[in-house]
């Protein structure tokens, strides 16, 4: 008897260990730990409010600055970072980034470090998919011989973190593999969800809604019968949803695709002729795009009212950058081009002019040759 219970109490202690104590796991590298590599930074208040969102530029002449502009265009102020490549990724109100790559010099303070994540609408909490252990999601690959490896998967966990570094693990979902892994299509503090999914060589399936608070299930059947190929997109406060041609799925000709209001899955338009690209901040309209000429160097962009399927603005431009202003039906829609770079050897520099088009699809230029963030 003494012995069966050693037994059990070996097995139990192999299964807490997981995987990493399996012996068909020998020669992977170990899952890793937690590694925050990311800088919360809380932007001056007198660049960026509540009431007074920012969106941002890089500074043509000088790599290592960002340059914050209002919406209407006034540049409000600046922030100085330590390296020239970086990537930056504002909160939708510009109060808050999260700097990868470098540290934050002037123009605000830093919160905190965390590991990259999907902004929760609070600028105070991220969603994002780590190992279980709450370290990177990765695949790993052992060697077996000088010209052979063999990969596998990691298994993925959701994670709820604050700008100051703590977290909350909600539910294991999916795993890291070589074509893809688990994504985070929305995350709102203020409705208490999120909307995931798997990722496959940029398809995505599984999708289910989450209650931040628990990690409970609150739908695990979102959307229904849509038109047009396999696209995904989700509104950032997660109330719409959009299957059928969406950004990076088209379908030549035949581009299409249902919104439906989640997680009741109540239709509320079909568009024919045209893909998703981006839900306004309120709801009310969707932004539209299509390729011209048989290619994605000009497309057709579209804002169409949703109640009314109405398209109330369209522009043949280059793809560039497309923003939603915080609370309204406004988007910034901007035009790309590529210019030989005057300081890189062989290289070319990128370049913006945008576009603000408002809720009543009126449009103006509002700022001329800027250079994109990323």
């Given at each position: 008897?003494?012995?069966?219970?050693?037994?059990?109490?070996?097995?139990?202690?192999?299964?807490?260990?997981?995987?990493?104590?399996?012996?068909?796991?020998?020669?992977?590298?170990?899952?890793?730990?937690?590694?925050?590599?990311?800088?919360?930074?809380?932007?001056?208040?007198?660049?960026?409010?509540?009431?007074?969102?920012?969106?941002?530029?890089?500074?043509?002449?000088?790599?290592?600055?960002?340059?914050?502009?209002?919406?209407?265009?006034?540049?409000?102020?600046?922030?100085?970072?330590?390296?020239?490549?970086?990537?930056?990724?504002?909160?939708?109100?510009?109060?808050?980034?999260l700097l990868m790559g470098a540290h934050l010099v002037s123009g605000g303070q830093v919160l905190g470090r965390v590991s990259p994540g999907?902004?929760?609408?609070?600028?105070?909490?991220?969603?994002?998919?780590?190992?279980?252990?709450?370290?990177?999601?990765?695949?790993?690959?052992?060697?077996?011989?000088?010209?052979?490896?063999?990969?596998?998967?990691?298994?993925?966990?959701?994670?709820?973190?604050?700008?100051?570094?703590?977290?909350?693990?909600?539910?294991?979902?999916?795993?890291?593999?070589?074509?893809?892994?688990?994504?985070?299509?929305?995350?709102?503090?203020?409705?208490?969800?999120?909307?995931?999914?798997?990722?496959?060589?940029?398809?995505?399936?599984?999708?289910?809604?989450?209650?931040?608070?628990?990690?409970?299930?609150?739908?695990?059947?979102?959307?229904?019968?849509?038109?047009?190929?396999?696209?995904?997109?989700?509104?950032?406060?997660?109330?719409?949803?959009?299957?059928?041609?969406?950004?990076?799925?088209?379908?030549?000709?035949?581009?299409?695709?249902?919104?439906?209001?989640?997680?009741?899955?109540?239709?509320?338009?079909?568009?024919?002729?045209?893909?998703?690209?981006?839900?306004?901040?309120?709801?009310?309209?969707?932004?539209?795009?299509?390729?011209?000429?048989?290619?994605?160097?000009?497309?057709?962009?579209?804002?169409?009212?949703?109640?009314?399927?109405?398209?109330?603005?369209?522009?043949?431009?280059?793809?560039?950058?497309?923003?939603?202003?915080?609370?309204?039906?406004?988007?910034?829609?901007?035009?790309?081009?590529?210019?030989?770079?005057?300081?890189?050897?062989?290289?070319t520099d990128t370049f913006e002019d945008v576009w603000l088009v408002s809720a009543d699809g009126s449009a103006r230029l509002l700022l001329?040759?800027?250079?994109?963030?990323?």
């Amino acid at each position: 008897m003494r012995q069966r219970a050693l037994l059990l109490w070996i097995l139990a202690a192999w299964a807490l260990a997981g995987c990493q104590g399996n012996p068909t796991y020998a020669g992977y590298p170990p899952i890793p730990g937690p590694a925050p590599d990311t800088e919360v930074v809380a932007v001056s208040p007198e660049i960026a409010a509540a009431d007074h969102p920012v969106f941002y530029y890089r500074d043509a002449q000088n790599p290592n600055r960002l340059l914050a502009y209002d919406w209407s265009g006034t540049l409000r102020g600046s922030l100085a970072v330590s390296a020239s490549e970086f990537s930056a990724t504002p909160s939708a109100d510009g109060r808050f980034l999260l700097l990868m790559g470098a540290h934050l010099v002037s123009g605000g303070q830093v919160l905190g470090r965390v590991s990259p994540g999907t902004w929760a609408g609070d600028g105070v909490h991220l969603c994002t998919f780590l190992n279980h252990l709450g370290g990177p999601g990765q695949p790993r690959t052992r060697q077996l011989s000088a010209n052979s490896f063999e990969g596998i998967d990691t298994p993925a966990t959701l994670f709820y973190e604050s700008v100051a570094g703590e977290r909350r693990r909600l539910l294991d979902y999916g795993e890291f593999g070589p074509h893809g892994g688990p994504a985070v299509l929305a995350c709102n503090a203020a409705k208490d969800r999120a909307v995931i999914g798997g990722s496959f060589v940029g398809s995505i399936s599984g999708l289910a809604m989450i209650r931040l608070s628990d990690g409970h299930a609150i739908s695990q059947q979102l959307g229904a019968s849509h038109r047009g190929p396999e696209g995904t997109l989700v509104s950032p406060d997660a109330s719409l949803l959009a299957l059928g041609s969406t950004g990076g799925v088209s379908m030549p000709g035949g581009d299409a695709f249902t919104v439906f209001r989640i997680p009741s899955n109540e239709v509320v338009a079909q568009i024919a002729g045209s893909g998703a690209d981006a839900f306004s901040a309120d709801d009310t309209k969707v932004l539209t795009v299509e390729d011209v000429g048989g290619s994605n160097e000009h497309q057709q962009y579209q804002v169409i009212d949703l109640a009314t399927g109405r398209s109330i603005w369209n522009a043949v431009l280059s793809p560039g950058t497309v923003l939603t202003r915080p609370g309204t039906g406004e988007f910034l829609v901007a035009s790309r081009t590529h210019e030989l770079s005057r300081t890189r050897v062989n290289s070319t520099d990128t370049f913006e002019d945008v576009w603000l088009v408002s809720a009543d699809g009126s449009a103006r230029l509002l700022l001329k040759h800027a250079a994109p963030l990323q």
